[in-house]
T-cell receptor, first 114, second 109 residues
């Protein structure tokens, strides 16, 4: 397996534009996590899914953020409209289940909103 | 909500030293704890996973211990090398996965 795949690797967009980040988890993994990493706040859990169902989205900072997992092999994180303070590295991770199996991370998407 | 703390925030040691990184968590009802390494500008690489029923795990020069009742884990790195320089993060699984802020390690040649 190629691991967790995120796209794009880098995204530069103007304030107010819609941004969509994509994640393909490892095949067979049932749990998927979205994180945001900044120097100030470290790694923050935004939302996680189990069997394609959102379990906890309490970490999503505002209504401008939304995440979907339409099937077991694909998830998106959307920001609309984007703001400069959304600039960060966004990571996706997957694990076999939420019962505490090993988690694997993608390489991240570095988002810059200007 | 689970709170995870890592001490120290930064550590600089000469090559060859043995060192210990610390991780503490507030809710002991965990499934497991996982240690990661992150190089600058890169993603997270899994180092060791300790299940809640285990006391320690070893991989090469790395040894991680877990004391669930006291809410603590340590990562021991033996005979440190410059290539070990990175940020080390611990993550704790309840139903979700929460991270500490990390320890930035520098190993000087």
């Amino acid at each position: 397996d190629a691991g967790v795949i995120q796209s794009p690797r880098h995204e530069v967009t103007e304030m107010g534009q819609e941004v969509t980040l994509r994640c393909k988890p490892i095949s067979g993994h049932n749990s998927l996590f979205w994180y945001r990493q900044t120097m100030m706040r470290g790694l923050e859990l935004l939302i996680y899914f189990n069997n394609n169902v959102p379990i906890d989205d309490s970490g999503m900072p505002e209504d401008r953020f939304s995440a979907k997992m339409p099937n077991a092999s694909f998830s998106t994180l959307k920001i609309q409209p984007s703001e400069p303070r959304d600039s960060a590295v966004y990571f996706c991770a997957s694990s076999l289940n939420t019962g505490g199996t090993e988690a694997f991370f993608g390489q991240g998407t570095r988002l810059t909103v200007v | 909500k689970q709170e995870v703390t890592q001490i120290p925030a930064a550590l600089s040691v000469p090559e060859g030293e043995n060192l210990v990184l610390n991780c503490s968590f507030t809710d002991s009802a965990i499934y497991n704890l996982q240690w990661f390494r992150q190089d600058p500008g890169k993603g997270l690489t899994s180092l060791l996973l300790i299940q809640s029923s285990q006391r320690e795990q070893t991989s090469g020069r790395l040894n991680a211990s877990l004391d669930k009742s006291s809410g603590r884990s340590t990562l021991y790195i033996a005979a440190s090398q410059p290539g070990d320089s990175a940020t080390y993060l611990c993550a704790v699984y309840n139903n979700d996965m929460r991270f500490g802020a990390g320890t930035r390690l520098t190993v000087k040649p």
